[in-house]
């Protein structure tokens, strides 16, 4: 088996989390290297199946690992934890986002949560954000708009 399509836990794969149409269209490689992939591995079972397992709707995420060349070309921070593999980009399909941070934020151990360009009274508008640090999480939780960071 190709080394991208493993299953990282039930129900993700690495190809999942590497995933980049950015990095598809430009020729880039977006090829994690041992750490980035153990990161991906505890972010899986940490964050992805517990919420997979308590909504019961398969989705798969919109971003996870970037290489620094993919994340500078995308215009992210620095220090995006993309680029470490500790931080993945989801929504599932007919749950509102607030809803599904809010069950993260009550239930799960976490880095960083941020719903992002998030619309208070839309629940479709943006997406969550989330990163675990395997023995370091600081449960810092956020609403960014686009313009600021406000706690969440």
Known sequence: MNETNKRISAHFSLTELTHSATALRRGISNRPGPSEIANLTALAVNILEPVRQNFAIPFRPSSGFRTLILNQLIGSEMTSQHITGQA???????????????????????????????RSGDPRSGWVHCSYVDGGNRHQCLIFDGKKYEDF
């Not at 989801?90 to 719903?115: M, R, S, T, V």
């Open 88 to 118: 993945v980009d989801f929504e599932i399909p007919g749950i509102p986002n607030l809803e599904l941070a809010g069950w993260i934020k009550n239930n799960l151990k976490f880095d960083q949560l941020i719903l992002e360009f998030y």
